[in-house]
């Protein structure tokens, strides 16, 4: 939930964790409801003056079924929900421009996508694969879902928008990134408790998915 009351937009990067968002723009502009892909990179993204975001956000493997459309059709896109839900879209927008709040927005979302429907295997796997922060084989996330390796590549492609490798970087960059502050000073530990080859390794991915260094970040 972002809430920008100044006269003047600014960018927010945003960088990549696997996931996928339904996000409702508000405020004084003309209302918006996009989806967002899963991301392989950064992404800086402009909120408009004296706005209201708030959003839903899908972990891996997680919202597909709910969205209607392969997820590596979206990587790195966002689009309108309307294209997706059609009608549907046109309601909920009402709805979330009708709201009083963005506490009630939040809810109007919740109440929208709620899924009471038990994980799948390969759902399972990826909240597996999400809680080893990505340090994993590929052998051993696809033998949780039930498949075999070369399965898996292409199931997890079609389900998070990401192959089984690059899904693995950006869960491992962003346990590297919620440590960053209190490694200040020794990225060579951070790299190796990460599971990254060399320091060199983890700056190359972390100037990937961030957009800066470690220590441009920490400061």
Same mark, same amino acid.
């Given at each position: 939930?972002?809430?920008?009351?100044?006269?003047?937009?600014?960018?927010?990067?945003?960088?990549?964790?696997? !996931?996928?968002?339904?996000?409702?723009?508000?405020?004084?502009?003309?209302?918006?409801?996009?989806?967002?892909?899963?991301?392989?990179?950064?992404?800086?993204?402009?909120?408009?003056?004296?706005?209201?975001?708030?959003?839903?956000?899908?972990?891996?493997?997680?919202?597909?079924?709910?969205?209607?459309?392969?997820?590596?059709?979206?990587?790195?896109?966002?689009?309108?929900?309307?294209? =997706?839900?059609?009608?549907?879209?046109?309601?909920?927008?009402?709805?979330?421009?009708?709201?009083?709040?963005?506490?009630? !927005?939040?809810?109007?979302?919740?109440?929208?996508?709620?899924?009471?429907?038990?994980?799948?295997?390969?759902?399972?796997?990826?909240?597996?694969?999400?809680?080893?922060?990505?340090?994993?084989?590929?052998?051993?996330?696809?033998?949780?879902?039930?498949?075999?390796?070369?399965?898996?590549?292409?199931?997890?492609?079609?389900?998070?928008?990401?192959?089984?490798?690059?899904?693995?970087?950006?869960?491992?960059?962003?346990?590297?990134?919620?440590?960053?502050?209190?490694?200040?000073?020794?990225?060579?530990?951070?790299?190796?408790?990460?599971?990254?080859?060399?320091?060199?390794? =983890?700056?190359?991915? =972390?100037?990937?998915?961030?957009? !800066?260094?470690?220590?441009? =970040?920490?400061?």
């Amino acid at each position: 939930m972002i809430c920008h009351d100044d006269e003047l937009a600014v960018l927010h990067r945003v960088v990549p964790d696997g !996931c996928a968002d339904i996000i409702f723009t508000g405020g004084s502009g003309k209302p918006q409801l996009q989806f967002v892909g899963a991301m392989s990179r950064y992404e800086d993204y402009e909120v408009p003056a004296r706005s209201l975001m708030v959003g839903m956000r899908f972990h891996p493997g997680m919202w597909v079924e709910q969205l209607g459309a392969p997820a590596d059709l979206i990587t790195d896109k966002q689009l309108a929900l309307e294209d =997706f839900w059609g009608k549907r879209a046109v309601v909920l927008l009402d709805k979330l421009s009708d709201a009083k709040s963005p506490q009630r !927005c939040a809810e109007v979302l919740v109440d929208t996508v709620r899924n009471e429907h038990s994980p799948t295997p390969l759902q399972a796997a990826m909240a597996w694969m999400r809680s080893q922060q990505g340090l994993v084989k590929l052998d051993q996330v696809a033998s949780h879902a039930g498949l075999s390796a070369r399965q898996f590549r292409r199931v997890c492609l079609q389900q998070t928008g990401l192959s089984p490798k690059l899904l693995a970087r950006v869960l491992r960059f962003r346990y590297a990134l919620s440590r960053v502050h209190e490694n200040a000073g020794d990225h060579a530990g951070l790299a190796a408790d990460c599971g990254y080859s060399d320091q060199s390794h =983890f700056i190359a991915d =972390f100037r990937r998915f961030s957009g !800066c260094t470690p220590a441009a =970040f920490g400061r």
